[in-house]
T-cell receptor, first 113, second 114 residues
Framework: KQEVTQIPAALSVPEGENLVLNCSFTDSAIYNLQWFRQDPGKGLTSLLLIQSSQREQTSGRLNASLDKSSGRSTLYIAASQPGDSATYLCAVGWTGTASKLTFGTGTRLQVTL | NAGVTQTPKFQVLKTGQSMTLQCAQDMNHEYMSWYRQDPGMGLRLIHYSVGAGITDQGEVPNGYNVSRSTTEDFPLRLLSAAPSQTSVYFC?????????????FGSGTRLTVV
């Protein structure tokens, strides 16, 4: 079964720290991988989309990497801020069924002052 | 603002009642889908559509119906609500079924069935 796992489920860091969020997937035949941010009681905001042919994508303080052979993606957040506090979700579109996303359960991040 | 609009934002139903969750997008996206989000389980695909007149089932389709008569709208119907359908429902759309441009999500409908 194609599954996506995010560990840890929750993370607390002091402001200013660089941090890494992890996403692992069970099948290397992925089409793309997307990272989302979700604030409490809100919808999903797309952060970064990585195609299977790409190794990484960057947007501001965010950098997402993809390693298909090891079944892993990481989201790197530089110089964290309290406003980064949210739940971060990764979602995989698999080859042949790219229309259907499989989501991880997310990592809840808290950045403290 | 362009995007995906979901209504209502909150709804309480009694067991056995039916209702329709609305989803509309103004980006001329071909692909639209419905997900439900439950604690500890992540988002799961209910139904999706690759264009007007075409729909298909996702991972958890039982108890839900969809139709796609226009490019803009993709309503989700609960036929006879059950407590197990208490969840947060998200609608998403994509320009190209997702591979290149990714997905845009609505703000969600929080449904409680009592």
């Amino acid at each position: 079964k194609q599954e996506v796992t995010q560990i840890p489920a929750a993370l607390s860091v002091p402001e200013g720290e660089n941090l890494v969020l992890n996403c692992s997937f069970t099948d290397s035949a992925i089409y793309n991988l997307q990272w989302f941010r979700q604030d409490p009681g809100k919808g999903l905001t797309s952060l970064l989309l990585i195609q299977s042919s790409q190794r990484e994508q960057t947007s501001g303080r965010l950098n997402a990497s993809l390693d298909k052979s090891s079944g892993r993606s990481t989201l790197y957040i530089a110089a964290s801020q309290p406003g980064d506090s949210a739940t971060y979700l990764c979602a995989v579109g698999w080859t042949g069924t790219a229309s259907k996303l499989t989501f991880g359960t997310g990592t809840r991040l808290q950045v403290t002052l | 603002n362009a995007g995906v609009t979901q209504t209502p934002k909150f709804q309480v139903l009694k067991t056995g009642q039916s209702m329709t969750l609305q989803c509309a997008q103004d980006m001329n996206h071909e692909y639209m889908s419905w997900y439900r989000q439950d604690p500890g389980m992540g988002l799961r695909l209910i139904h999706y559509s690759v264009g007007a007149g075409i729909t298909d089932q996702g991972e958890v389709p039982n108890g839900y119906n969809v139709s796609r008569s226009t490019t803009e709208d993709f309503p989700l119907r609960l036929l006879s609500a059950a407590p197990s359908q208490t969840s947060v429902y998200f609608c998403a759309s994509s320009q190209d079924r997702g591979p290149v441009y990714g997905y845009t999500f609505g703000s969600g409908t929080r449904l409680t069935v009592v």
